[in-house]
Nanobody, 124 residues
Framework: QVQLAESGGGLVQAGASLRLSCAAS????????VAWFRQTPKKTREFVAA????????YFGDSVQDRFTISRDSAKNTVYLTMNNLQSEDTAVYYC?????????????????WGQGTQVTVSS
């Protein structure tokens, strides 16, 4: 059983940066991918970024490709999402998710484990 806990959300102004953390407890190993999704009340859950635990391959959603980075610290079992040049449209609840043996990383339905989410609000 994998448990995920997000932290680092908050209220920032447009153009600012923020780093989210996802601390994982449980058997995270090279079979796993860990991802970030975000959700607003009006939209379905949107893929943001993912990282492979095996080789640190990274994947990004089109809307964040040039502004966000994802990384991991295997010693701490933690994944980070660094968000730069935040805009009002980035306002959402950000969720961390994990799954083993994923084929498609950008589909929420493929993930077995989810955190509780952390709110990011960007004021313009």
């Amino acid at each position: 059983q994998v448990q995920l806990a997000e932290s680092g959300g908050g209220l920032v102004q447009a153009g600012a940066s923020l780093r989210l953390s996802c601390a994982a407890s449980g058997p995270i190993d090279k079979k796993y991918a860990v991802a970030w999704f975000r959700q607003t009340p009006k939209k379905t859950r949107e893929f943001v970024a993912a990282i492979s635990w095996k080789d640190e391959s990274t994947y990004f959603g089109d809307s964040v490709q040039d502004r966000f980075t994802i990384s991991r610290d295997s010693a701490k079992n933690t994944v980070y999402l660094t968000m730069n040049n935040l805009q009002s449209e980035d306002t959402a609840v950000y969720y961390c998710a994990a799954a083993a043996d994923l084929v498609i990383v950008d589909l929420a339905q493929g993930y077995d484990y989810w955190g509780q989410g952390t709110q990011v609000t960007v004021s313009s």
